[in-house]
């Protein structure tokens, strides 16, 4: 069995805000402290870490205290298409054509 890597308090507290208040890669902050992606893992658990939840994360939360944008009529989807203020281009002879 390998000897248990120790870790300095330091390296412990700026590994748990890492992980807790930021997105930085689980991967990342394990080679901060020098461990493995088991190892870490298993010191989280030991360590009694708030575990990241991606499911209600930044996006959730930004959906939260944004209002929703109104959902165009169809009768706006129609004119948005058919006046589009791009030109298409032409594959075979790359020039625009206005629609």
Same mark, same amino acid.
């Given at each position: 069995?390998?000897?248990?890597? !120790?870790?300095?308090? !330091?390296?412990?507290? !700026?590994?748990?805000? $890492?992980? +807790? *208040?930021?997105?930085?890669?689980?991967? !990342?902050?394990?080679? @901060?402290?020098? $461990? #493995?992606?088991?190892?870490?893992? $298993?010191?989280?658990? *030991?360590?009694?870490?708030?575990?990241? @939840?991606? #499911?209600?994360?930044?996006? +959730?939360?930004?959906?939260?205290? #944004? *209002?929703? $944008?109104? @959902?165009?009529?169809?009768?706006?989807?129609?004119?948005?298409?058919?006046?589009?203020?791009?030109? #298409?281009?032409? =594959?075979?002879? =790359?020039?625009?054509?206005?629609?």
């Amino acid at each position: 069995m390998p000897a248990r890597i !120790e870790v300095a308090p !330091e390296l412990i507290a !700026e590994g748990k805000h $890492l992980y +807790e *208040e930021t997105l930085i890669p689980t991967d !990342e902050i394990g080679a @901060r402290m020098g $461990l #493995s992606r088991s190892a870490f893992y $298993l010191r989280v658990k *030991e360590w009694k870490w708030k575990r990241r @939840r991606y #499911s209600t994360g930044i996006a +959730e939360d930004a959906a939260k205290t #944004s *209002e929703p $944008l109104p @959902r165009p009529t169809r009768a706006q989807r129609r004119r948005q298409s058919r006046h589009s203020p791009l030109p #298409s281009v032409c =594959s075979v002879c =790359s020039t625009a054509n206005w629609r």
